[in-house]
């Protein structure tokens, strides 16, 4: 079975044995708030109200009790907290910070300072729909919103990977190949208010693993100081973080963003095998999480909690004799090209599950693997379904009715309609 | 896997029924998933909650459509609400309910021998032990007499952890006489 945490039996035997692990029942939103509070996060700065999630809430009782050393810093909106861990980050802070919906709408202008100052904060995204209407369930045109802001998207599938992740979030992000903040992404309710079995680590165990707190690792000489600093706000060494910088050098200061952005993918990779090695449980190769594709003639693409439906369903078809396999996209950002054409280049159909639409044009997901398709000699055919807007409930049904329709493709040969509105009422 | 599908009103504790109950579930070493289904957030409106278990774990994220047991908080939500709806065949349908059988079955609209009822006296013994009428975990009790879904030893363990002092005390006193007081009728 290629589903993380389940091989843990049949594996070698991780560092830390499962009977040193702490198994609790959580929801997603407690498993991050744990994760968070695990990793010695120095700053979190978060606004307190709606959208807000229980993440913070959670956390804020660790800070109440005395259990975490961390300055919390109740802000007066999104804006405010993005732009207060981005603060704290410049400091050398290891900063935290989770929103949903319309909170990630009101960061948005301060995402890219944060990752175009280098900045290695892990912000956590329940994911839920945009207004209006109003509407609090999930969908990712949230995270969708900051595809384009230079951050690492890593979309997890359930409240164990919630967990795990976040804690990895931190070793990424502050990798000195990287130095890019990291958005972990999980599905509003579907995860954050679904309690589940799962393990932790014992504290100091995640403490090893990052290293201890955070360590700033670049450095600069500066010339009116006379001396090599460390890279970050000091009073005793100033320096200016993000000055202006015009079209004589704007764009060559892109250029190692775009490196590093490109190295993140690498790095996820290695990250994911090191947690392996330490707890057992590992997610794919870190960036994609493939079941079945290897022989399938039709392969459905899926980002989030969702993948766990469409591959049950993916394996009641095989028992009926149905070739087909699905791929889990855990890394949205950077877009792991090459891994995502050698999971699909052998099929005959491939379905592009997106939980979000770029209005005018397709879902975000499917653009990026017809990008994938076009350098190769022979495509497989590519059908995009839109689903789930709105907290839309997936059942195995719908998921079913899906996987018909593109067996239908497979039989005609073409796709009728190259973008679909999956379980919406006519 | 053993669906259970929870009706309550919103602010009788569904979903912290749900969730005590997959805690008591972990601690046995089986795996759980417990979630709401939320809707406009207000008190006394109808609500659900979903409890999953099972020996392998848990793949699906999406709502229980045909749950093996169905457990009713409130007896007044059977004049609105079709808590029988995609029921298993054969399934289990766990009722605070104060009254005759026959009253019940007509209250649920189904004929006898369709599912296994339960019926608990619920809102009593809870006005009787807690001095309020919150139900939430007496149902916990009923369910498991009609399912050995979880012990009572780690149900114990889970329901301190969730109201620590009297107030555990006091609901697992509650959970033990509902469990005792549950017949199938």
Same mark, same amino acid.
Request: with cysteine.
């Given at each position: ?381 590519? %059908?995009?379904? %839109? ?40 | ?185």
């Amino acid at each position: 079975m290629r589903w993380g945490w389940s091989r843990v039996s049949g594996g070698k035997v991780p560092k830390i044995p499962l009977e040193k692990q702490v198994r609790m029942a959580v929801n997603g939103d407690e498993a991050v708030a744990y994760a968070a509070k695990h990793s010695l996060v120095d700053v979190v700065a978060a606004y307190p109200i709606t959208p807000q999630t229980i993440i913070v809430e959670k956390f804020s009782e660790f800070v109440a009790d005395g259990e975490v050393h961390t300055e919390f810093v109740p802000v007066e909106s999104e804006h405010s907290a993005m732009s207060a861990v981005v603060g704290a980050a410049a400091a050398g802070a290891r900063a935290f910070t989770a929103t949903a919906s319309q909170g990630l709408a009101l960061m948005w202008e301060i995402l890219y300072i944060a990752s175009s100052l280098r900045l290695p904060i892990v912000l956590a995204v329940v994911n839920r729909a945009l207004s209006a209407p109003i509407n609090i369930h999930c969908d990712h045109s949230d995270a969708m919103g900051m595809r384009d802001a230079s951050w690492v998207q890593l979309f997890v599938e359930n409240t164990q990977e919630a967990y795990d992740t976040t804690i990895q979030a931190f070793k990424i992000a502050e990798d000195p190949e990287v130095l890019l903040p990291v958005a972990v992404n999980l599905d509003g309710f579907v995860l954050s208010h679904t309690l589940e079995d799962i393990y932790m680590l014992p504290e100091e165990e995640v403490h090893k693993f990052l290293g201890g707190y955070r360590k700033v690792t670049g450095k600069t000489y500066v010339d009116y100081l006379g001396k090599e600093v460390e890279v970050k706000l000091d009073p005793a060494n100033p320096l200016s973080f993000g000055p202006l910088d015009l079209y004589d050098y704007y764009f060559e200061h892109k250029v190692p963003q775009i490196e590093a952005l490109k190295k993140a993918k690498e790095v996820v990779k290695r990250v994911n095998e090191e947690w392996y090695e330490l707890t057992g449980r590992k997610y794919g190769d870190g960036v994609i999480d493939a079941w079945g594709v290897e022989d399938a003639d039709i392969i459905v693409t899926v980002l989030g909690s969702t993948a766990g439906t469409v591959r049950h369903v993916a394996k009641q078809l095989r028992r009926e004799g149905v070739k087909v396999g699905v791929l889990r996209i855990r890394l949205y950002r950077p877009f792991p090209f090459e891994e995502v054409a050698n999971a699909i280049k052998g099929a005959k159909v491939v379905g592009v599950m997106d939980r979000a639409l770029s209005f005018g044009s397709f879902g975000p997901s499917y653009l990026d693997i017809a990008a994938t398709l076009y350098t190769m000699k022979e495509r497989p055919l590519l %059908v995009n379904y %839109v689903y789930g807007l709105g907290g839309r409930d997936v059942p195995p049904s719908l998921v079913r009715k899906m996987f018909e329709d593109l067996i239908e493709v497979e039989r005609k040969g073409e796709a009728d309609k190259p973008l679909k509105l999956l379980g919406v009422r006519e | 896997m053993f669906e259970v599908r929870w009706h309550g009103r919103g602010g009788q504790g569904a979903w912290t029924a749900a969730n005590l109950l997959a805690t008591a579930v972990m601690l046995d070493g089986r795996h759980v998933q417990s979630f709401p289904a939320f809707g406009p957030e207000r008190a006394g409106a109808p609500v659900l909650a979903f409890t999953r278990i099972s020996d392998e774990p848990i793949e699906i994220h999406c709502m229980v459509y045909e749950p093996d047991a169905v457990v009713v908080l409130d007896p007044t939500l059977l004049a609105t609400v079709n808590v029988v709806e995609g029921l298993k065949k054969g399934g289990s349908i766990i009722v605070n309910f104060d009254g005759d059988a026959e009253e019940l079955y007509k209250a649920l609209g189904v004929s006898k021998g369709e599912y296994r009822v339960f019926a608990v006296p619920a809102t009593k013994l809870a006005l009787e032990i807690l001095k309020r009428p919150i139900t939430n975990t007496a149902m916990i009790g009923a369910l498991l007499k009609a399912h050995p879904l979880a012990s009572m030893e780690n149900l114990e363990k889970a329901v301190k952890a969730r109201f620590p002092g009297k107030m555990g005390e006091a609901n697992m006193e509650l959970i033990r006489r509902a469990y005792e007081s549950t017949k199938e009728v």
